[in-house]
């Protein structure tokens, strides 16, 4: 059985939209970080690095213990032999586009946590994070003018990776509107953001509350 630590996050929601593309069964575990849960010693034991996710496969060898997203996508993905190309330069295109969201979600991730907690004190690094969020959609943009999904035409983990931090796009104060919407010319258009954002899947988090609710 497999057991994944969560919390609301977009690093969770990677791991609650692979488990539902599996259709795997697996038990949550909530940690709440706002009540300190992925600080107390039990969590710690699981992820000695204090962050959600994390996950617990119980195989018959023993268990798999993982956390940091990006690891735990790989692994779903191998084990499943899913989403992940196994050879060839298919799976590098996966990868690189996977570890470039890991990287950079740092960056997407100040732009709106400064913001949010932090406007008055942080004008410097609400400038500097907005300006390369800016950037990443930039490249995000580009890519996606020419390839259906973000590692080429396939649907992959890469795309489980960025999905949850774009949908945060108006948090970072990034507005995304379809070629052709009313926007105001002042207004940047994501001509080819906004529509990969329909076609990536967004019907974990209701399946996943049923779950919690079973
Ligand atoms: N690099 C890690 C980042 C994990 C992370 O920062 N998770 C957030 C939730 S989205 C968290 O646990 N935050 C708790 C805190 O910052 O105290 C990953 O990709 O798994």
Redesign the pocket.
């Known amino acids: 059985m497999i057991t994944a630590f969560l919390?609301g996050?977009?690093?969770?929601r990677?791991i609650t939209i692979m488990l539902e593309e599996l259709g795997w069964p697996y038990e949550i575990e909530l940690?709440d970080?706002y009540q300190g849960q992925?600080?107390s010693e039990n969590f710690l034991s699981v992820n000695p690095?204090?962050?959600?996710?994390a996950l617990r496969d119980s195989t018959p060898d023993g268990d798999i213990c993982l956390?940091?997203?990006?690891a735990?996508l790989q692994y779903l993905a191998e084990k499943s032999r899913r989403f992940l190309p196994e050879t060839g330069a298919a799976r590098y295109e996966v990868l690189k586009w996977l570890h470039f969201q890991?990287t950079h979600?740092p960056y997407l991730?100040n732009a709106h946590l400064y913001r949010l907690y932090y406007r008055k004190a942080m004008p410097f690094g609400i400038k500097r994070f907005t300006i390369e969020s800016t950037r990443i959609y930039q490249v995000l943009d580009r890519r996606l003018g020419s390839a259906t999904f973000v590692a080429g035409e396939e649907y992959s983990i890469a795309d489980m990776a960025w999905f949850p931090w774009i949908e945060y796009h108006e948090w970072q104060t990034i507005p995304i509107y379809p070629h052709g919407s009313s926007a105001s010319a002042s207004v940047r258009v994501w001509r080819a953001v906004a529509p990969y954002l329909g076609r990536t899947p967004t019907s974990d988090r209701a399946r996943v509350a049923r779950r919690r609710k079973n």
């Open positions: 919390h996050g977009p690093n969770p990677k940690v970080v992925h600080l690095n204090g962050r959600t996710p956390w940091e997203s990006g735990i890991l979600a991730g």
